[in-house]
């Protein structure tokens, strides 16, 4: 197997992490600059009550000065604030605000010019305070990002810089420290994954699984060994997305950008209006104070940034208010396949053993022995099979790779080889690794063959799975208004077709090119908002030419992540539906925000037009206008029914347990497809079946009647009745099958005849694919909700 080594450019979260540190040794005066919102709501707040308390002792003068200051102040904020937008070139709100306060001083009403002066203050301390809540889940990333490593190294454990770290290092992490780097486990482990998946329970994980960086020891010191270096490794990706995302220049909110293009020339022509036709400026100023449109500058910010906050605890990073915006108009979303709608990684599927050879469980415990310190991306998967099975590993010794073809070393003092099979198992090939080799083009899936002190004992076939909760997805966004989903694929038809009738697509692009899934995405742009998903470096260009692109990068930085405007950290990718349910909700409060609280404002500047509105009573009531609009905005806080299902503590330990009594039952049915290929109508053998019955009859069938004890009460409760009925018929189909082979065989007396052994294979074949498929509606459902 060849090495995962690759040359990369490397970032370093270090330097990150110490400019924060830096930021937190401010001056005073630093501070302030860096919270004026906060200063200008204070003084704002400070004048209009120190002037209040003036006109209460009857000292008239000094609260007119005083209330001048505090307009004088709102004044040169507005100001500021219209000619930073001027020299950007945007339309801003900020303009009614200013013309506003001017008039507030020109006809001599300052109190309404503090008013006014208060709620823009308000406003943009409002807006800073949601944002900041909306980067604080992405800050916190930075900030613990780690700096160093221990190494092992021949002469003992070495403190290393974590830029220094190369794939194959072995890493000791201790209690309590942080992953450096993106590793493989030598040992088990209990880690705090919270700080990128939001799971608030440490999660164990046995010897051969995959770890990120970034997440916590939360157990006894682990070794672990680098499957990354510091720049490719998952904590570096998500250093790098929260710079790109706090440095984009996108537009915040969109929909007041909008409002505000056809409400700012509105006010402008009404309070015109009002002093052309009476030549009185106080009904102009009288206009302008009502219209001071806070709605805009409070409650879309504060609705918009409450969506991207709980996007983020949901691992869903949305850069920016314009990217929620889109997300949420999308009416077409393209997939790409290849980690996306598959895992994106081999996965064990079937091993095989050879007739009179090891048993199968055997051949993966040498492989996954002997792969358990090799960085190969296939070895992670190898391990991972053998552990959920139970097997016990040992330490392999003398262990060294050929590039390109293999792995081998002793373990237990024995020759293990593993790779490609003219080097593991030598030339000429034998029949049976045809056979495999037949087997794998037919699944699709790769060969691995395993050989000890020179003879072939078997092979293991990998496959790219489709992830488990990709069906359920797909069924969600259909829900949530998602009216066409279109899967665009580089590989073949054949294999893109199989995938897309599994999760349920609408139509199937497949042998796409770069250039071609631009071309696909343009057509679909034509006719509805498109949202494109993917993981890959040939995916960037169709992110960013898609409405919104949607990166999937829980496993590190692609160019993809870089280029697309929604990244998901977490490896769950029903995590994208609740992102475009959270995005339609919080784009609706926005414009209901907005709708109500710039009607109210309309209503009011047509009274003051008239007359019967004077600015000081013009401003409170703009106040409690400000308030009904930030009440409906602040719902978007609020929880409300996602479609992601969240595991009580109790039932998340029950599917822990369910699922490893899952995975002790699949050697077995693995066992039932050998014993029916080793059927033979020239020879019958009946011994290997009988000797199988007895093992369905004390592992398999226990395990069934268990499952519809425990496992169909657990679907009926977190998924629904009706997927529930689904696995408890299929469980009584198994059953009925394992009957039909005992009255089989128990019928036979003395040798077999052909049309037994042909009777037989048809029945050991249908058990064997309605278990697969019980496996599949198992995994896809219940086993799909648990964290890990």
Sequence with gaps: MMSAHRPAERHTPAVVCRSATSQRKRSPRGWLVAHWETGFLLASLVAFAAGGLAWLADRGALAEAIWVGGTVLGLVVSLAMVAVAVARRQATVDVIALLALAGALWVREPFAGTIVTAMLASGQWLEERAAARARRELRLLVERAPRTARRLDPVGVQVVPVEEVAVGDQLLVASGEIIPVDGRLLGPGAFDESALTGEPLPVDRPTGDDVRSGIVNAGSPVTIVATADSGGSTYAALVALVEQAQASSAPFVRVADRFALAFVPLTLVLAGAAWALTGDAVRTVAVLVVATPCPLLL????????????????????????????????????????????????????????????????????????????????????????????????????????????????????????????????????????????????????????????????????????????????????????????????????????????????????????????????????????????????????????????????????????????????????????????????????????????????????????????????????????????????????????????????????????????????????????????????????????????????????????????????????????????????????????????????????????????ELRRLLYGLYAVLRLHNAQEEEGAFSLMPD
């Excluded at 199989?498 to 139509?507: K, Q, T, Y």
């Design 299 to 758: 409650a879309a910010p504060i609705a918009i940034m409450s969506g991207i906050s709980r996007a983020a605890r949901f691992g869903v990073i949305v850069k920016g208010g314009g990217a929620l915006e889109q997300l949420g108009t999308g009416r077409v979303m393209l997939f790409d396949k290849t980690g996306t709608l598959t895992e994106g990684r081999p996965t064990v599927s079937s091993v095989l053993g050879v007739p009179g050879g090891p048993a199968p469980a055997e051949v993966l415990r040498l492989a996954a022995s002997l792969d358990q310190v090799s960085p190969h991306v296939l070895a992670s998967s190898i391990v991972t099979a053998a552990t959920s099975r139970g097997l016990a590993l040992e330490l392999p010794t003398d262990v060294h790779e050929v590039h390109g073809v293999g792995l081998e070393g002793r373990v237990g003092g024995r020759l293990v080889r593993i790779g490609r099979a003219a080097w593991a198992v030598g030339e000429p090939l034998p029949a049976w690794v045809r056979q495999v080799r037949r087997r794998a083009a037919l699944e699709d899936a790769l060969s691995v063959h395993v050989s000890v002190d020179g003879e072939g004992i078997g092979a293991i076939l990998l496959e790219d799975r489709v992830r488990p909760d990709a069906w359920r997805m797909v069924r969600t966004l259909r829900d949530v208004g998602i009216e066409r989903v279109v899967l665009v694929t580089g590989d073949r038809a054949d294999a893109g077709h199989s995938v897309g009738r599994l999760v349920g697509v609408d139509e199937v692009i497949a042998d796409c090119s770069p250039e071609d899934k631009l071309a696909v995405i343009t057509a679909e742009s034509r006719t509805a908002p498109t949202i494109m998903v993917g993981d890959g470096v040939n995916d960037a260009p169709a992110l960013a030419a898609a409405g919104v692109g949607v990166a999937v990068a829980a496993r590190g930085a692609t160019a993809s992540s870089e280029a697309a405007d929604v990244v998901l950290t977490v490896d769950r990718i029903d995590a994208l539906a609740d992102a475009v349910l959270i995005a339609r909700r919080s784009k609706r409060i926005a414009l209901q925000a907005v709708c109500v609280g710039m009607g109210l404002s309309l209503v009011a500047m047509v009274v003051a037009a008239l007359g019967y509105l004077p600015p000081a009573a013009g401003a409170v009531l703009q106040e409690g206008i400000d308030l009904a609009a930030i009440g409906i905005a602040l719902r978007g806080l609020l929880p409300t029914r996602l479609h992601t299902i969240t595991l009580s503590p109790e039932d998340e330990a029950l599917g822990r347990r369910l699922r490893e009594d899952h995975d002790d039952t699949l050697v077995v049915v693995e066992v039932i497809r050998q014993v029916a290929d080793g059927l033979s109508t020239l020879r019958p053998d009946l011994e290997p079946t009988r000797a199988l019955l007895v093992r369905i009859d004390d592992e398999l069938v226990p395990h069934e009647r268990r499952d519809e004890r425990l496992l169909v009460p657990f679907i009926a409760r977190t998924i629904g009745q009706g997927d529930a009925m689904a696995v408890s018929r299929v469980h009584a189909e198994i059953e009925r099958k394992v009957m039909r082979l005992h009255r089989l065989v128990d019928g036979i007396e003395g040798e077999a005849t052909a049309e037994d052994v042909v």
